[in-house]
């Protein structure tokens, strides 16, 4: 698959402080790939060097085959970035903001008010379009804003915590929105987010940084593996099995630890997933009767704060 | 460089200047008490009153000193036989030209501030800084901004004062006397120096303090430039004649490219955002 954005040993630093170093990563064209990490990790410096706004001091890049360090209007051109703050003119009305932005990304007027209106519509802003943005609300901004990161129709988005400040309702709205674009249209995402739930459910790919460099980076599922390689599993019983039927089942191969002994519900961790077919056998076979049988999979927030903590590990 | 871009980014920041009373209604006052208030109070309060034109030319030492030393290059403008006539003169087409000065001083500022530092103050600028546009594009646009209302308040004050000191007090000339011209370099040469250089000064400054206030504070202490000239007019020290404001206009067109070649430089993206210039 084409990589929209390749980077090799990326660093940044300035007045000598390392805000970057060693970021090596690719996304490829429609794939939504989510940088996570805790605030002053290096994701906002890291839009910024791809996009050519900072020149970086070391490594190779490029990102729509065009070299930020000397091509970052041209990758600007192709690019739209919803900043971490809206960065609206709030005296301004929100067309009077689109016009202007659009302008400046070299639409003529017929294309801002053609894609204008579908964003704002899209948005839900039609009705307050010409109401100065000092009077929007915050989530109302962070639409606008993503309305303008929108507006020139780019080949690639950076998103900064897209969904701050918006209602569930809204937020939903911008999820589904992200999806239709990396998934039907074809275009790639970068997002940064706090919002690990949300990352979950768009992400097709997740770096985490830390400190100004990728601690950890792959699919959800390679994460998973590599984080939490143990499965869980959630055992629901119609009563209370008998009692030394949990010690029998504790010492099965493959499995590893088993909670919950003497009541009718038990987690269990096993080496891999095809140890639960057997394992339900003997059970039934030992006449428990088993009402359900659920593996757990680890969430994106847990894989996240176990890597944030085995980092803290490491340095201590 | 796009003109187009320029002109984009200026036209908005003039439809934010326009939305800001704070910052517009001080570049309505100042040319109101400059060009209509003043001129107003010598033409018509003062007859009005009774106030005898002698008085207020021997009101004071330094008023009479400095119609003793005037060159002749303006002294040729001061008929001492008529008072009245002397009076509007001395005050109004002599001593009073440098303080005009203040006007593209103070726009300028006001703008660029709000243009500049304003941004940075309300992190507007990050948005602007992902649009394709050039810092040649960024710098110019803003500039543009700053410099065309400033330049062009100050001319169209100009033009107002010109007619409410030909208009006014007509019945005592008999004549349209003023401007004298001394006002056509003061005017059309030194005030775009000024405004160029003000606007130069207050992004300089703009880099360096995180908001409007401290911007337009700092940079409005060019007005020094203005009252110096007043002082040194009054004091006889330096007359406004044709010729010194033609060397006055070079200098002050000097500091401007110098001062605009730093600040160019000073404003790019990566300054911008780490704050290093």
């Not at chain 1, 088993?290 to 847990?302: C, D, F, G, N, Y």
Request: charged share 20%; glycine share 6%.
């Amino acid at each position: 698959m084409l990589d929209v954005i390749t980077c090799q040993d990326l660093a940044f630093s300035y007045d000598g402080f390392q805000a970057l170093r060693g970021m090596t990563f690719s996304v490829q064209k429609g794939q939504v790939f989510a940088l996570l990490g805790p605030n002053g990790a290096g994701k906002t410096t890291t839009i910024r060097v791809l996009n050519g706004l900072l020149r970086s001091s070391a490594g190779q890049c490029s990102v729509l085959g065009l070299n930020p360090g000397n091509q970052g209007a041209e990758i600007r051109r192709r690019t739209g970035v919803l900043t971490e703050t809206p960065a609206l003119y709030e005296r301004l009305t929100a067309w009077q903001n689109l016009r202007f932005f659009g302008a400046l990304s070299e639409m003529d007027a017929a294309q801002i008010e053609e894609r204008g209106k579908f964003y704002l519509h899209a948005l839900d802003l039609d009705g307050w379009a010409d109401q100065r943005v000092e009077t929007y609300s915050k989530g109302m901004k962070q639409r606008l804003a993503l309305a303008r990161a929108l507006l020139h129709d780019p080949e690639l988005l950076f998103l900064d915590e897209p969904t701050s400040g918006m209602d569930p309702f809204a937020a939903r709205q911008v999820e589904e929105l992200i999806y239709r674009i990396s998934k039907d249209e074809g275009r790639s995402v970068i997002l940064c987010t706090h919002r690990l739930f949300e990352a979950e459910k768009v992400c097709d790919y997740v770096a985490v940084m830390k400190q100004g460099s990728i601690t950890a980076a792959g699919t959800l599922s390679e994460l998973r593996q590599q984080v939490t390689p143990e499965i869980r599993v959630r055992f629901e019983f119609q009563q209370v099995p008998a009692s030394d039927l949990a010690a029998q089942a504790g010492g099965l191969p493959g499995v590893q630890s088993l909670e919950g002994a003497g009541s009718a519900v038990w987690n269990l961790r096993l080496e891999t997933i095809e140890t639960v077919p057997p394992l339900v056998a003997f059970l039934t076979a030992n006449g428990a009767a088993v009402l359900s049988v659920i593996p757990h999979r680890a969430t994106l927030e847990e894989i996240y704060l176990k890597l944030q903590d085995q980092e803290e590990q490491v340095k201590l | 460089m796009k003109i187009r871009n320029v002109l984009t980014i200026a036209r908005k920041d003039w439809l934010e200047v326009r939305q800001n009373k704070t910052a517009w209604i001080p570049m309505l006052i100042v040319p109101a008490i400059f060009v209509v208030v003043l001129p107003l109070i010598f033409t018509l309060l003062l007859p009005a009153l009774n106030v005898s034109p002698e008085d207020v030319m021997n009101s004071d030492a330094d008023i009479t000193y400095f119609i003793e030393r005037m060159p002749d290059q303006l002294s040729q403008y001061v008929d001492l036989q008529k008072p009245m006539e002397s009076m509007i003169v001395v005050m109004l087409g002599i001593m009073f030209a440098p303080m005009f000065l203040i006007m593209p001083l103070m726009f300028a500022s006001t703008i660029a501030a709000e243009s500049f530092a304003g941004e940075r103050e309300r992190k507007t600028i990050e948005a602007l800084l992902y649009t394709p546009a050039s810092d040649a594009d960024l710098f110019m646009g803003k500039l543009t901004a700053a410099a065309v209302p400033s330049i062009g308040i100050t001319w169209i004050s100009f033009l107002v004062y010109t007619l409410i000191l030909n208009l006014v007090p007509y019945t005592t000339f008999q004549r349209f006397w003023f401007p004298l011209p001394t006002w056509w370099p003061l005017i059309f040469w030194i005030t775009p120096a000024l405004a160029i250089l003000s606007i130069a000064v207050t992004v300089l400054i703009s880099a360096r303090v995180p908001n409007f206030q401290g911007a337009y504070q700092l940079s409005s202490s060019l007005v020094i430039l203005v009252v110096a000239l007043f002082a040194g007019q009054l004091s006889g020290f330096l007359y406004l004649s044709v010729g010194i404001e033609l060397l006055l206009g070079v200098l002050f067109w000097a500091a401007a490219f110098f001062l605009v070649y730093l600040a160019v430089r000073s404003f790019n993206r990566e300054a911008l955002i780490t704050g290093r210039s």
